[in-house]
């Protein structure tokens, strides 16, 4: 059972333009979202993250927005550049149990072209 | 600047053959986890270390077995690969309560 879900596995979009990036999780549990990227051959960096007591985090040009009733969130990327092609995931965890413990869901990978 | 360093990056392995991964870390992190990337599964995690001295299975434990060695080392061992396990292993760590992990570059293992 996928509690972490990516239903997009690819997006394309225009360079200078806006990437919607979505996920939906399922556990009411999770309490703590992050977005990682990954470029081939690389291990996953860390991109944004944001608690369940706020609706949006915004770093530069990364806006992560969180809707706990609908259970979803997404990573907003604006202006889109042609460096940010790679595959974004969508991590949960629940804080409380203090593992660190990180749920991912499938990825999907981003095209920008010039 | 190493962060989080695996060994090796890349193997194959015949079906029955035994091997380790190895991975350490240098930021002094207390918390370890080993995931598997498969294509279109995400990263599923294998096994975890809360602390030093502690481990506990993740959700795709089955197959493997992991010693956490001091607080800088975490091994997964395959005892008897088989091509299930076919897949790109990363290890990662982080502090305690603080869920941004980092990553290592991965070990792609092929089991033929």
């Known amino acids: 059972d996928q509690q972490v879900k990516q239903n997009s596995p690819s997006l394309s979009v225009q360079e200078g333009r806006i990437s919607i990036l979505n996920c939906d999780y399922t556990n009411s549990m999770f309490d703590y979202f992050l977005w990682y990227k990954k470029y081939p051959a690389e291990g996953p960096t860390f991109l944004i993250s944001i608690s369940s007591i706020k609706d949006k985090n915004e770093d530069g040009r990364f806006t992560v927005f969180l809707n706990k009733s609908a259970k979803h969130l997404s990573l907003h990327i604006v202006p889109s550049q042609p460096g940010d092609s790679a595959v974004y995931f969508c991590?949960?965890?629940?804080?409380?149990?203090?593992?660190?413990?990180?749920?991912f869901g499938q990825g999907t990978t981003l095209q920008v072209k010039p | 600047n190493a962060g989080v360093t695996q060994t090796p990056k890349f193997q194959v392995l015949k079906t029955g053959q035994s091997m380790t991964l190895q991975c350490a870390q240098d930021?002094?992190?207390?918390?370890m986890y080993w995931y598997r990337q498969d294509p279109g599964m995400g990263l599923r995690l294998i096994y975890y270390s809360a602390s030093e001295g502690t481990t506990d299975k993740g959700e795709v434990p089955n197959g493997y077995n992991v010693s956490r060695l001091n607080k800088r080392e975490f091994s997964l061992r395959l005892e008897s690969a088989a091509p299930s396990q076919t897949s790109v292993y990363f290890c990662?760590?982080?502090?305690?309560?603080?869920?941004?992990?980092?990553f290592g570059q991965g070990t792609r293992l092929t089991v033929v």
């Open positions: 991590a949960a965890s629940n804080r409380r149990s203090n593992t660190g413990k990180l749920i």
């Open positions: 930021m002094n992190h207390n918390s």
């Open positions: 990662a760590s982080s502090e305690i309560g603080n869920t941004e992990a980092f």
